[in-house]
């Protein structure tokens, strides 16, 4: 058996791989990929779910709250409009943490303008699903 004997690079040994092959892969804490592509499924997602939207409003041009009240409560409108807005409050959610992301150097103001933007998020999410339960309920 032979054993080979690897000499350690000196702090001064020029390193072969380049800058940016070291970093090649490593993306935005590697997690740029998984933000990208939910980025994109929620905006395909929203695309089906305003055209639903769209023509669901179309449909109650004309008719009387007692209609509409009747049309907003029937299960798979009150379902597909929940999903709009989970949907839709992920989108802007994403895509405003790109802006603070890009725009906000101040790492304190980062985390700050950040949280704020889950927090509004989930605010704006949560009182839309209210409103859209009231009325599939009937509330």
């Not at 380049?18 to 993306?27: E, F």
């Not at 905006?43 to 009747?70: M, Q």
């Amino acid at each position: 058996m032979s054993t080979t004997l690897r000499p350690t690079p000196s702090p001064n040994h020029a390193q072969i791989r380049t800058a940016l092959a070291r970093v090649r892969g490593l993306g935005s804490a590697k997690e740029g990929t998984d933000h990208f592509w939910r980025q994109r499924v929620t905006a395909v997602a929203n695309l089906f779910l305003v055209i639903f939207a769209v023509c669901l409003v179309l449909r109650l041009v004309g008719t009387d709250y007692a209609e509409a009240r009747a049309v907003l409560a029937s299960p798979l409108v009150t379902v597909a409009l929940a999903m709009l807005i989970v949907s839709g409050v992920i989108h802007m959610r994403l895509g405003m943490q790109t802006v603070i992301e890009d725009y906000i150097h101040s790492e304190g103001a980062k985390v700050v303008a950040l949280m704020a933007n889950t927090f509004f998020a989930i605010a704006i999410g949560a009182t839309c699903i209210l409103a859209v339960l009231k009325l599939g309920f009937g509330g």
